[in-house]
């Protein structure tokens, strides 16, 4: 019986569950299925799933639409499923708080390739973090302590939930600080792509980010600087 991470997989078509089922549960996956944005937004609100895989154009709610109503309640992290040529959902699916994409048609062994490297860093799934009697990889500001080792952000002693790519573009500013990094930058560092998206998805992460924080420390999302017609630093607070 499988004991691994558990995964939602959502996709109208049958056969591209049941191929993505088969190749994770080989990993030990246990594999949960929707075949609608309906059925795949109730499931992923009412359980706790360590990863969503996750297929943009669908009857009903798309995957715009589903990622959208997760991220108001969770950070589970999400892969999105895109077809070739479907680059604006791609960007748009960035804008929502997807962490990743696949474009259709893809390799199952890629898949699988992806949803480990994401379970690795996602502060949903413990399992991937090595655990270290002496915690070393810690970052600590006057208001913000960012546990790498863990993935685990406090503001003011209270943990703050983020998603992933959250994290990694909190951690990412966190470890040059003052120093300023434009939009294109961030992308490539953060997102680990080259593709001509929107740069409005960093700005969305950065607000998002922002208010996140704010609700638990004011300080904390100070912070994050907006410099006005470059990008953002990460400026260290002197109280």
Do not use: W
């Given at each position: 019986m499988n004991s691994g991470p558990k995964i939602l997989v959502v996709d109208d078509e049958e056969r591209?569950?049941?191929?993505?089922?088969?190749?994770?549960?080989?990993?030990?996956?246990?594999?949960?299925?929707?075949?609608?944005?309906?059925?795949?937004?109730?499931?992923?609100?009412?359980?706790?799933?360590?990863?969503?895989?996750?297929?943009?154009?669908?009857?009903?709610?798309?995957?715009?639409?589903?990622?959208?109503?997760?991220?108001?309640?969770?950070?589970?992290?999400?892969?999105?499923?895109?077809?070739?040529?479907?680059?604006?959902?791609?960007?748009?699916?960035?804008?929502?708080?997807?962490?990743?994409?696949?474009?259709?048609?893809?390799?199952p062994r890629e898949v699988v390739l992806r949803v480990k490297a994401l379970l690795r860093r996602s502060a949903s799934s413990q399992k991937y973090v090595q655990e270290k009697a002496v915690t070393k990889d810690v970052i600590v500001f006057s208001h913000l302590t960012i546990d790498n080792?863990?993935?685990?952000?406090?503001?003011?002693?209270?943990?703050?939930?983020?998603?992933?790519?959250?994290?990694?573009?909190?951690?990412?500013?966190?470890?040059?600080?003052?120093?300023?990094f434009d939009r294109e930058r961030l992308l490539k560092e953060v997102w680990h792509y080259e593709f001509f998206g929107d740069l409005r998805t960093v700005d969305t992460h950065v607000k998002r980010l922002r208010e996140k924080l704010s609700r638990i420390s004011e300080n904390a999302a100070k912070m994050i600087v907006t410099v006005w017609g470059v990008g953002y630093k990460f400026e260290v607070m002197n109280d």
């Open positions: 591209i569950r049941r191929l993505l089922k088969m190749y994770l549960e080989r990993e030990d996956y246990i594999i949960d299925e929707a075949e609608n944005g309906d059925t795949a937004l109730e499931k992923a609100l009412e359980n706790e799933y360590d990863l969503i895989l996750l297929d943009i154009m669908m009857p009903g709610k798309d995957g715009i639409e589903v990622c959208q109503e997760i991220r108001k309640e969770k950070a589970t992290p999400i892969i999105m499923l895109t077809a070739k040529g479907e680059e604006v959902n791609r960007v748009q699916g960035f804008e929502v708080g997807t962490d990743d994409y696949i474009v259709k048609p893809f390799s080792d863990a993935h685990r952000v406090t503001a003011d002693g209270t943990e703050v939930s983020l998603t992933p790519k959250e994290y990694e573009l909190l951690y990412f500013l966190a470890k040059s600080p003052d120093k300023v």
